[in-house]
């Protein structure tokens, strides 16, 4: 569909609840949405985009046709939404998902001796299912933990088959599992009593539960019962240390999660906090890529509802840096899901927006920890290539500037790029050769004509061409360049680079005159400020080199007498100017004839 069908379409919508999905024309989901209204949120993407993000634009740019399921409220825009994410992982939603996916918990039913065990997602076969919760091998890991805190078997053997039949295994010589196979062992009822506890911790109950076993623990000691007592002790001891190795346990046991948030360069990154009582018991990042302008909301909104949708065990107040437009409703769907309220709150002082800064400073640590320095140039060499228009990502950018501090020296500097970072090989410099007075435009035809006119000409020191200009000074200047360049039948990419009052980057241009704001990526502001300082440093040092020669030599032209080859023995019998204008003629004449020696002394003491 063309995009004036595709605006066309998405005005007919209805102004009624439900979930968007867009697709490329191989008919793959590449986003999923939901609305309010979805004609109004539809709509959105198929007007203007000089309001849509880089993320949008892209995906937009992709879109074929879509389709749309209406529903009957928020709500269940909300659970459909994250169910179509989950099932076709569209490119451009942001995915908190990893490829092997987030674990559930088993309990069998009708089982004497039943064991827990991991699986990808609930079945309706009657088994209790607890989660879903973090990576495989972390809930491994916790269910190997909580069992080994409870003295429950961990072991192959299969009860009540073998009971009885070998000696019992390391755990029990150890004191990590009472017992369970032995003929005399805690037997079904306790195994069982045990199991039930093992539930209400994947069920988020740790305080309950430590509360009961202390209760017991003391009734055990007051009736001097001190084996039971002991016992009791040790496994509340093992469980309170449970809750802060397991990273999984401390998440279903908090009764407040605070999330933080930091929004890369190439990738984004949430953190969340798992706290009870004021206690930190955990805490979980999640990396995943995301645009760098993506408001803070929108992430909030996608990895929330990810995270928490379809858990059997959810904290009671989530702290969060920003609310979005339906965190009521968001807040109102987990209420109903676990039969108490949650509330949702964005913190403005004291010592919650203090928690909320920790998580942020946690997120950030990571995504930068994951992400490497040539990810972030690439991503930068994005986002120049996106506002110059081009198809991909320019490898070599060449910078111009022109320097005319008198009118006699001008003279113009060329400075090389390649993937973001300077090739000072590939550095050039140009003495303005056709102009008597300055005039930057003028000498920036003459600079790129000659750069462009060696590189038709086969020199391989001119070669290749740039992805992209970029032209010190406003759209005079970049003008300047395309007329030098298309003169020449070049079609080369040309931006110039706009300072402000104080002389410093602000933007860029186009040859058209449309200014590009930069400052809302620092990455491309730092890069485009590192090249607009080094092609005016390389031009500034040419020109006082330059300068300094043309000062020194005019110090020892026209003298009669003195040409080339006599000022090279003066400099060489001397070494610099001012020893010669120091030097008494009988000294002078050692080096040159007497006449031209003091010709030479004339020159420097006219006045005296």
Not at 155 to 172: H, S, T, V, W
Not at 379 to 405: H, W
Request: charged share 30%; with cysteine.
């Amino acid at each position: 569909m063309t995009k004036d069908e595709l605006r066309q379409k998405a005005n007919d919508l209805p102004l009624a609840p439900g979930v968007y999905l867009m697709m490329d024309k191989t008919g793959q989901v590449i986003y999923v949405g939901k609305a309010k209204k979805l004609k109004n949120r539809v709509s959105q993407y198929f007007q203007d985009s000089a309001g849509h993000n880089e993320k949008t634009r892209a995906m937009v740019a992709q879109v074929d046709h879509f389709d749309t399921i209406f529903v009957r409220s928020e709500f269940e825009a909300l659970i459909l939404e994250n169910s179509l994410i989950k099932r076709h992982q569209p490119h451009y939603n942001i995915l908190l998902k990893d490829d092997k996916g987030y674990p559930f918990v088993r309990l069998p039913k009708d089982t004497l001796y039943p064991r827990f065990t991991m699986v990808s997602k609930p079945a309706d076969d009657g088994a209790r299912y607890f989660g879903p919760f973090g990576g495989r091998s972390e809930t491994r890991l916790a269910i190997d933990a909580v069992c080994s805190a409870l003295n429950l078997p961990t072991c192959g053997r299969k009860f009540p088959r073998d009971i009885g039949k070998e000696r019992p295994c390391l755990n029990y010589h150890i004191g990590k599992c009472d017992g369970f196979c032995l003929p005399d062992g805690p037997g079904e009822d306790v195994y069982r009593e045990r199991m039930e506890q093992a539930c209400r911790l994947f069920s988020g109950k740790l305080r309950a539960l430590t509360d009961e076993l202390t209760a017991r623990m003391t009734d055990a000691a007051e009736n001097l019962r001190f084996e039971e007592a002991a016992s009791l002790r040790d496994r509340v001891k093992a469980l309170g240390v449970l809750t802060k190795q397991q990273q999984v346990i401390a998440g279903v046991c908090a009764d407040t999660d605070v999330w933080g948030l930091y929004v890369g360069q190439v990738r984004c990154g949430c953190a969340v906090l798992h706290i009870e009582n004021g206690d930190l018991l955990g805490r979980e990042v999640k990396v995943f890529p995301a645009a760098a302008d993506e408001a803070p909301s929108e992430v909030l909104s996608a990895v929330l509802s990810q995270y928490y949708l379809g858990r059997s065990v959810l904290p009671r107040e989530i702290l969060l840096p920003a609310l979005w437009e339906d965190a009521d409703t968001f807040a109102a769907l987990l209420t109903g899901q676990v039969g108490h309220r949650v509330t949702l709150r964005a913190p403005q002082r004291g010592e919650r927006v203090d928690l909320v800064e920790m998580a942020a400073r946690n997120a950030k640590e990571e995504v930068e920890r994951v992400t490497s320095d040539s990810e972030r140039t690439s991503k930068t060499l994005e986002q120049l290539g996106a506002l110059a228009g081009l198809a991909s990502a320019p490898r070599r950018i060449e910078s111009y500037d022109i320097s005319n501090l008198r009118s006699d020296d001008m003279v113009a500097s060329m400075v090389v790029f390649q993937d973001g970072k300077p090739l000072k090989r590939d550095y050039r410099r140009f003495q303005i050769k056709t102009l008597r007075a300055p005039d930057d435009y003028a000498a920036m035809r003459e600079v790129l004509t000659r750069r462009f006119r060696h590189y038709l000409d086969g020199d391989p020191k001119f070669a290749p061409l740039p992805d992209l200009l970029l032209i010190d000074g406003g759209e005079m200047h970049a003008r300047s360049a395309l007329e030098a360049t298309s003169a020449l039948g070049l079609d080369v990419p040309i931006l110039g680079m706009v300072k402000d009052d104080r002389h410093r980057t602000r933007a860029l241009v186009t040859v058209a005159g449309q200014e590009l704001g930069i400052q809302h990526s620092p990455p491309l502001f730092a890069l485009v400020g590192r090249v607009q300082e080094e092609v005016h440093r390389f031009a500034i040092t040419y020109h006082r080199e330059k300068h300094g020669k043309s000062a020194y030599r005019s110090k020892l032209d026209d003298i009669p007498g003195l040409g080339e080859k006599r000022r090279k023995a003066l400099l060489k019998a001397f070494g610099t100017v001012r020893a010669v204008s120091q030097a008494e003629v009988e000294e002078l004449a050692a080096a040159v004839p007497r006449n031209v020696a003091q010709a030479v002394y004339d020159r420097f003491h006219k006045e005296s």
